[in-house]
């Protein structure tokens, strides 16, 4: 049995973007012009974030693109030459479509010293509602200038010491594991975990990774039963997990550590339960 498991908020990005970069803009391709607006903000807001010159604002892009250079549609030439003029490195453009409920967003960066793509991006299917837009659109930014950095955490709590645990196979050590159970820098996507002892039954299920998460496990085996004189069987009794003392004081530095992150990155928080029999439900 374990307890919820929770995607919470990691630091910022590993290394910053030194390159001056610029967002052209995002077209709307068969969908209402704010949303796209709204988009593209929170493009600019991650660039922002990534990057360690200022993006140039809207109003400035404006102020120095003037004549034919407003009508740029995304091609490379133009844009290396919107991008001279605005003393960058890199311009940005994209377009922005829609998937029934859905949005896709198609980027690309321009190197604007040689007037050719550097990179061109589609993202996964974003919804509609604000947590899920977010993510989308940080991880977007990410793929497309720093997709070294696109990684998560796997933080694994026990009440048992001494247990083995294994991730897509591999072993990773033994609980307590160091780093307050931290496994860091882990790509995107599900992961196959595994905790097993001695005298108890296994744990294993798959532990989803976000973008700059820490998908957070504590696992508490089961004992298994043991034979004992005359054939008989009795289940091993533990003290309640909750009771430990590395286990109290492990947590709290955790949740310490964890929150210094939580201001910086903005993302979603799951949350399930998976009950002794097997069964999910969320919190």
């Given at each position: 049995m374990w307890a919820p498991l929770v995607a919470r908020a990691e630091t910022g990005p590993d290394k910053a973007i030194t390159q001056r970069i610029a967002v052209w803009r995002f077209d709307a391709l068969g969908m209402e012009p704010e949303l796209v607006t709204r988009l593209e903000t929170l493009f600019r807001l991650e660039l922002d974030r990534l990057a360690t010159h200022p993006l140039p604002a809207r109003r400035e892009?404006?102020?120095?693109?003037?004549?034919?250079?407003?009508?740029?549609?995304?091609?490379?030439?133009?844009?290396?030459?919107?991008?001279?003029?605005?003393?960058?490195?890199?311009?940005?453009?994209?377009?922005?479509?829609?998937?029934?409920?859905?949005?896709?967003?198609?980027?690309?960066?321009?190197?604007?010293?040689?007037?050719?793509?550097?990179?061109r991006i589609e993202s996964e299917p974003l919804r509609g509602s604000p947590d899920d837009l977010i993510e989308g659109v940080r991880v977007a930014a990410y793929r497309l200038l720093a997709p070294e950095q696109l990684h998560g955490s796997i933080q694994v709590q026990s009440d048992l010491v001494g247990a083995t645990v294994q991730l897509d196979g591999k072993p990773v050590g033994k609980t307590p594991l160091p780093n307050l159970g931290v496994i860091s820098r882990q790509p995107l996507g599900k992961h196959l975990l595994r905790v097993e002892a001695a005298g108890y039954a296994p744990f294993e299920d798959e532990v989803e990774v976000r973008f700059q998460k820490v998908s957070q496990v504590v696992v508490r085996l089961l004992p298994s039963t043991e034979t004992i004189g005359s054939g008989r069987t009795q289940e091993v009794a533990r003290e309640p997990f909750y009771t430990k003392t590395w286990f109290i004081v492990g947590v709290s530095l955790a949740a310490i550590a964890i929150g210094a992150g939580i201001g910086y990155s903005i993302g979603k928080v799951d949350c399930r339960v998976i009950g002794p029999t097997g069964e999910i439900s969320s919190c």
């Amino acid at each position: 049995m374990w307890a919820p498991l929770v995607a919470r908020a990691e630091t910022g990005p590993d290394k910053a973007i030194t390159q001056r970069i610029a967002v052209w803009r995002f077209d709307a391709l068969g969908m209402e012009p704010e949303l796209v607006t709204r988009l593209e903000t929170l493009f600019r807001l991650e660039l922002d974030r990534l990057a360690t010159h200022p993006l140039p604002a809207r109003r400035e892009i404006d102020r120095v693109i003037t004549g034919n250079q407003r009508e740029c549609t995304g091609e490379d030439k133009c844009l290396g030459a919107i991008g001279k003029k605005l003393g960058v490195d890199i311009v940005v453009t994209g377009t922005v479509g829609a998937m029934g409920a859905n949005y896709v967003l198609t980027i690309k960066a321009v190197d604007v010293a040689t007037g050719k793509s550097v990179r061109r991006i589609e993202s996964e299917p974003l919804r509609g509602s604000p947590d899920d837009l977010i993510e989308g659109v940080r991880v977007a930014a990410y793929r497309l200038l720093a997709p070294e950095q696109l990684h998560g955490s796997i933080q694994v709590q026990s009440d048992l010491v001494g247990a083995t645990v294994q991730l897509d196979g591999k072993p990773v050590g033994k609980t307590p594991l160091p780093n307050l159970g931290v496994i860091s820098r882990q790509p995107l996507g599900k992961h196959l975990l595994r905790v097993e002892a001695a005298g108890y039954a296994p744990f294993e299920d798959e532990v989803e990774v976000r973008f700059q998460k820490v998908s957070q496990v504590v696992v508490r085996l089961l004992p298994s039963t043991e034979t004992i004189g005359s054939g008989r069987t009795q289940e091993v009794a533990r003290e309640p997990f909750y009771t430990k003392t590395w286990f109290i004081v492990g947590v709290s530095l955790a949740a310490i550590a964890i929150g210094a992150g939580i201001g910086y990155s903005i993302g979603k928080v799951d949350c399930r339960v998976i009950g002794p029999t097997g069964e999910i439900s969320s919190c």
